[in-house]
């Protein structure tokens, strides 16, 4: 299970953090993807189960961390310098494999999404 929160309104410029609480899986590779108003999803932060290894979308990348914490089975989603394009529904994800994968497509297990609204 993939339970997503932490969503909200904020201005430009603010900060977020969300949070995945995972449950019932191991050895998957997890990530977050997002889905703005009438868009695609969109693949934006994964993380390897071990917890070493990250990668970001072209439009993630120097602004959010993808982090986890296993002693809470959580993974994190630290979002700074969010700007009015972020505006979407985030969601957890996992997936089979251990290779990177920018592929929404790839991943099988999904949380609820999470609402972040920036207003500029």
């Known amino acids: 299970q993939l339970q997503a929160s932490g969503g909200g309104s904020v201005q430009a410029g603010d900060s977020l953090r969300l949070s995945c609480a995972v449950s019932?899986?191991?050895?998957?590779?997890l990530g977050w993807i997002r889905q703005a108003p009438g868009k695609e999803r969109e693949f934006v932060a994964g993380?390897?189960?071990?917890?070493?290894?990250?990668y970001y979308a072209d439009s993630a990348k120097g602004r959010f961390t993808i982090s986890r914490d296993y002693a809470k089975n959580t993974v994190y989603l630290q979002m700074n310098g969010l700007r009015p394009e972020d505006t979407a529904v985030y969601y957890c994800a996992a997936r089979l494999g251990y290779s990177r994968t920018y592929d929404w497509t790839r991943y099988t297990y999904w949380g609820q999404g999470t609402l972040v609204t920036v207003s500029s």
């Open positions: 993380i390897n189960w071990g917890g070493d290894s990250t």
């Open positions: 019932g899986f191991s050895n998957l590779g």
